[in-house]
């Protein structure tokens, strides 16, 4: 069974602040590890996927990345839009694009 | 959200009664995924389609079932509405490959009283 627990479970960060967040997972066969980000209300929205073991991602000021156990999302001097949850998901060995989500973190940064 | 759409956005309905949640996508994809997110769990999938009458079930599928009849709508139907089952329903889609991730909806927030 595949399994994404997310680290921590709230982070609050002075504006400027960098920081990283934590996804842990064990997996049958890593398809893909997606992150995504999601605002109070709203359904998730795709941030990055990864593939393989030392594989980085930028976007802004977010940079995903990736090792057999593990990916982090770090964030380089955060803004308030930044706050949001973040979600951790993976994609097993199994067919269909099935994805298992971690429990996210919730950033918050202030002003 | 662009290419989706859930309908409704909010509805209280009675334990007992069945209730049909739509999700509409105009962006041809194959893949559609229904999942419910609860504080503590996370989103959890429910059921899922690969194509128009193929589905399958996920891992909380238990009073839940689903119909796709056309490559742009699958429903999910719950046969009869218990308190458990309050949540925030999301629909996804997702094209073949799936390197893009799944394009959510804005979700339909459910509550059994």
């Known amino acids: 069974e595949d399994q994404v627990t997310q680290s921590p479970e709230a982070l609050r960060l002075q504006e400027g602040e960098s920081s990283s967040l934590n996804c842990s997972y064990t997996?049958?066969?890593?398809?893909?590890l997606f992150w995504y980000r999601q605002d109070p209300g709203k359904g998730p929205e795709f941030l990055f996927t990864?593939?393989?073991a030392g594989e980085e991602k930028e976007k802004e000021r977010l940079k995903a990345t990736l090792t057999k156990k593990e990916s982090f999302l770090h964030i380089t001097a955060p803004k308030p839009e930044d706050s949001a949850t973040y979600l951790c998901?993976?994609?097993?060995?199994?067919?269909?694009?099935?994805?298992?989500f971690g429990q996210g973190t919730i950033l918050t940064v202030h002003p | 959200d662009a290419g989706i759409t859930q309908s409704p956005r909010h509805k209280v309905t009675e334990t007992g009664t069945p209730v049909t949640l739509r999700c509409h996508q105009t962006?041809?994809?194959?893949?559609m995924y229904w999942y419910r997110q609860d504080p503590g769990h996370g989103l959890r999938l429910i059921h899922y389609?690969?194509?128009?009458?193929?589905?399958d079930k996920g891992e909380v599928s238990d009073g839940y079932s689903v119909s796709r009849s056309k490559t742009e709508d699958f429903l999910l139907t719950l046969e009869s509405a218990t308190s458990s089952q309050t949540s925030v329903y999301f629909c996804?889609?997702?094209?073949?490959?799936?390197?893009?991730?799944?394009?959510f909806g804005s979700g339909t927030r459910l509550t059994v009283v």
């Open positions: 389609s690969y194509g128009v009458k193929d589905t």
């Open positions: 996804a889609i997702t094209a073949a490959g799936f390197e893009v991730g799944y394009t």
């Open positions: 997996v049958s066969g890593l398809r893909g």
């Open positions: 990864l593939y393989s």
């Open positions: 998901a993976v994609q097993g060995g199994t067919s269909y694009g099935k994805l298992t």
């Open positions: 962006e041809n994809h194959r893949y």
